[in-house]
């Protein structure tokens, strides 16, 4: 029996594999396209139950066993049905729980697993469909019903999730735990599958029901809030076009202003530059000197523009005319070199009688001979009079100088 | 430096609108109680309270008491609002609708520029509407590529604070609070003048003409 079972079942997972584009194209297409098929592919996947026929005009459709599996293992978001049929299946177990207990009782130890397995098979299914469907109305609110476009649709598509929703959790009311357990008794099996596993599964999905009831309550606000703007924006321009003169009245004109067109103007200006804040210093540097540059470019230009007269007059000469103090420190110079002796600047102050402070002439010579070419320095010898601070020594009292010839 | 409640104050002042988009710190500055008692002695000095719109989600700064001169820049503002309702409501209706999913334009929605170029390229009578809603006064736009016209339209609305651009390298733009607040002078012109603007939308619908 087994055997055949096997080999069967292997026949028609290998047809879904050898055919499995013909299959995948009716998925997406909702009917097969006959005149691409050879008909005894087709003829054969009718007999394996792949495709069928709901009426005799109509075209070849994929079984919904078939196409269920599809959805459930693509997690396909266009699933849109959900298994809320928990009472017939909570009776199966009911009575496969009760062929197991009477299997038990004669000792037909063979029969009483064959059931037990049977029954846990029922149980992970029930509790597998259960986690499906909830896995199906999360998906669909994740992305917000994507796939309708309009708001209207998203409303329409919500409602039926809503009523998905009822109706799972009236279903799950069928669940009497007090019946599962007494059916259990004290077998440990029966009792850890129909109680245990159960409990968890409903605990967990009842939770996760009231979680997605909530949100979808929350995205039909949002839609009808859609809904409700659009209308709001249609009707206004329906309204312009069939009353283009309208004007709304005006409101501010209201003793009492309505907040919506309170609003106040900008009354902050641009604050004027405090050039003695230390901590600014930096900052306003940096933008006057971004600005010179402006400022100087404009200047160039006015100035090249204002000078139009070209002077053709001769130019006056420009006599320069040396400071008597620089010339009297000349004379100085040469009354040494033409007597060859080394002479005192005071001495030579004193001599000629001239009439500048001693110590700016004294100042003057020194610069003077500073100011000499290296080569003429050579020629001279400084040799300044004067003594040190007491106090702070490196401090040196200039009082005369002598100058000569080296 | 600046305290945060000094930067908010001066934003308030300037007469900007503050919500989660275009400032998310001042929003949230604003959203605690305390700090809104802290401030309203500054504002009220200068003849100003704090107001909200949009269910509390957008701030603005309004008059406490309104006089002649308030009254008289309130109407010119109310004028200007009046006049660009109508480029606002096509511009907003336009997006929607070339926006594939069908949503209206809310605060904190993005707008990818290229996208939107592309559908309205795609759609003659798109491109119609935007190339009627670019020569408004409100945007002003002398373009006559569709290229230059979504551009103008876009930068006009991002300067009167619609929209703000957060990468300016990236034509993305989101839609502020602002949205929201005119949303709310629709409402409130449809209630005060028993427009019942919704009952006119959906009787047009129903029928089948226009829209």
Known sequence: MSKVLIQAGTRLLNALGKHSELIMQTYING???????????????????????????????????????????????????????IGASLASLKTLAEHYKEALHYNRYNDASAHMSDLTEHVYQLSESLSNSVRVLFSRITNEFGYVSSVDAKIRENELAQGQVTDLLSQLECFRFDQLSEIAGSNRELRHLLVVSLQQRFSKAAQELSVVQARLLDLLGRFREFQGRTRLLKGYLLHMEQHPDFEPGNY???TQVPVLFNQSDNIVGVAAPDVNNIEHEQDYQEIVSSLTHIYQRKARQEEENSQQDIDITEQSTVSLEKDPLQIAVEDYFCDVIDSGQPKTALCYYEEKGLTFDPEVWIYQVIGGYQALGEQEKQFFALDPHGENDHIFTGNFYITDITLGLR | MMTEQGRVLSALLQGKFICQVTDEEAWRFLKRKENVEQLEPHLSLLNRTLSTTAEGDVFFASYSTIG???????????????????????????????????????????????????????????????????RYRMFGSTSVNLDGQLKQVFKRLTELGYLVKPNPEKQIYIATGKVEHLYEI????????????SEQAEAAISQGSLL
């Open chain 1, 252 to 254: 501010t004109n209201l």
């Open chain 2, 68 to 134: 002649e001169a308030e009254r008289k820049i309130l109407t010119q503002q109310f004028q200007e609002t009046a006049s660009n309702l109508v480029p606002l409501v096509e511009w907003l209706l336009l997006v929607q609708q070339a926006n594939e999913t069908d949503m209206p334009v809310t605060m904190g929605n993005a707008i990818r520029l290229n996208e939107l170029q592309t559908t309205i390229e795609d759609t003659p009578a798109y491109a119609e509407q935007l190339e009627k809603i670019s």
């Open chain 1, 31 to 85: 009917t097969v396209a006959e005149q691409d098929y050879s008909p005894k592919v087709l003829e054969q996947l009718v007999q394996l139950g792949v495709l069928w026929r709901p009426d005799p005009q109509s075209e070849l459709r994929l079984k919904s066993a078939v196409r269920t599996l599809l959805e459930g293992s693509l997690q396909d978001e266009r699933n849109r049905t959900i298994n809320a049929n």
């Open chain 2, 186 to 197: 629709l409402r409130f012109i449809d209630e005060t003048e028993a427009l019942s603007l």
